[in-house]
T-cell receptor, first 113, second 115 residues
Framework: KAGVTQTPRYLIKTRGQQVTLSCSPI?????VSWYQQTPGQGLQFLFE???????NKGNFPGRFSGRQFSNSRSEMNVSTLELGDSALYLC????????????FGPGTRLLVL | DQQVKQNSPSLSVQEGRISILNCDYT??????FLWYKKYPAEGPTFLISISSIKDKNEDGRFTVFLNKSAKHLSLHIVPSQPGDSAVYFCAARGNYGGSQGNLIFGKGTKLSVKP
């Protein structure tokens, strides 16, 4: 069974731009969670989607948003990029809820210049 | 305030010996704990988990111990192998209103297993 895939793997943007990252969960998984990993803060929860609805949200500004499609694929968007948004963005999927074991994709490394 | 702490940023162990990675947490409402392993340029890989109703879970060379009274868990790897060299993250899952199960991670411990 194919794992979680994320595109693109690497991205360079400049301040003020916006970016959209994509995540395809493991086949049959309906819950998708997003995390931000930075050297200083470690892995921090962004939000979780299930059945096209945001079910839970972490403590991030409104510039960070996401959505989920009917095939469970998910996208996250960051608008008005700041230097501090440079990070590894990880997507994780689980069967029904984030309370089950989550399986991570390889991540998208975003560099904001 | 960090709810999940891994106080050792790095650990170096000789091949064949035991690796012990530690994790402390502050929230007594956590009901499930997980360990993930992460290689560079890859996402975290699930390793082993333990429910708060247990004090030990074993899977091959990996054993996780949970001490609820001390709010402490540890991951034991025996015997350690060079391929175990990676960053290990401890994660806890909440079971209280509003948490809905999102994982709270420690900042990781980089394990180096020397041949």
């Amino acid at each position: 069974k194919a794992g979680v895939t994320q595109t693109p793997r690497y991205l360079i943007k400049t301040r003020g731009q916006q970016v959209t990252l994509s995540c395809s969960p493991i086949s049959g998984h309906r819950s998708v969670s997003w995390y931000q990993q930075t050297p200083g803060q470690g892995l921090q929860f962004l939000f979780e989607y299930f059945s096209e609805t945001q079910r839970n949200k972490g403590n991030f500004p409104g510039r960070f948003s996401g959505r989920q499609f009917s095939n469970s694929r998910s996208e996250m968007n960051v608008s008005t990029l700041e230097l501090g948004d440079s990070a590894l963005y990880l997507c994780a999927s689980s069967f029904r809820t984030a309370r089950e074991t989550q399986y991570f994709g390889p991540g998208t490394r975003l560099l904001v210049l | 305030d960090q709810q999940v702490k891994q106080n050792s940023p790095s650990l170096s162990v000789q091949e064949g010996r035991i690796s012990i990675l530690n994790c402390d947490y502050t929230n007594s409402m956590f009901d499930y704990f997980l360990w993930y392993k992460k290689y560079p340029a890859e996402g975290p890989t699930f390793l082993i988990s333990i429910s708060s109703i247990k004090d030990k879970n074993e899977d091959g060379r990996f054993t996780v111990f949970l001490n609820k009274s001390a709010k402490h868990l540890s991951l034991h790897i025996v015997p350690s192998q060079p391929g175990d060299s990676a960053v290990y993250f401890c994660a806890a899952r909440g079971n209280y209103g509003g948490s809905q199960g999102n994982l709270i991670f420690g900042k990781g411990t980089k394990l180096s297993v020397k041949p």
